[in-house]
């Protein structure tokens, strides 16, 4: 599923493959496929994710996890928050394909809003880096 999310995100979005020094040279889809980096990024998005969703439960670690995450973005040159919403569809795909006949009206409206409540709290902890950077 990493893999498949990732490649759709990249295929969607071939301007941020330039933002990653490790795979940016991978243009085409066969050297997305082949790629080790890419295929770790992917790993690591997902794992984000993955974790980001078992932490539902405890809501204070959730929180702390994700907008860590997402303040450790400021770190890259030139990402823009808005960066993060581009994982929404392909993920959302890549679920769609994953689960098959099992992904009903009811379970995409529930991976929609649990994506959307991710992406958020990426962007908050983005946005609350920023500002405690501004400030000093």
Request: proline share 2%; hydrophobic share 40%.
């Amino acid at each position: 599923m990493a893999r498949l999310c990732n490649r759709l995100l990249f295929e969607e979005n071939q301007d941020l493959l330039d933002m990653f020094e490790k795979f940016r040279q991978c243009k085409t889809k066969d050297e997305q496929i082949n790629s080790m980096e890419l295929a770790e990024h992917a790993n690591n998005v997902m794992n984000t994710l993955d974790e980001g969703i078992k932490g539902l439960d405890d809501l204070d670690n959730f929180f702390q996890y994700i907008h860590q995450i997402g303040a450790s973005h400021r770190r890259i040159p030139g990402f823009k928050v808005e960066y993060f919403w581009k994982i929404e569809a392909p993920f959302l795909a890549a679920v769609e394909s994953t689960l098959g006949d099992r992904y009903t009206p009811n379970v995409e409206n529930i991976y929609k809003i649990t994506i959307k409540f991710i992406l958020q709290t990426l962007v908050d902890g983005y946005e609350k880096a920023a500002k405690a950077s501004n400030s000093t």
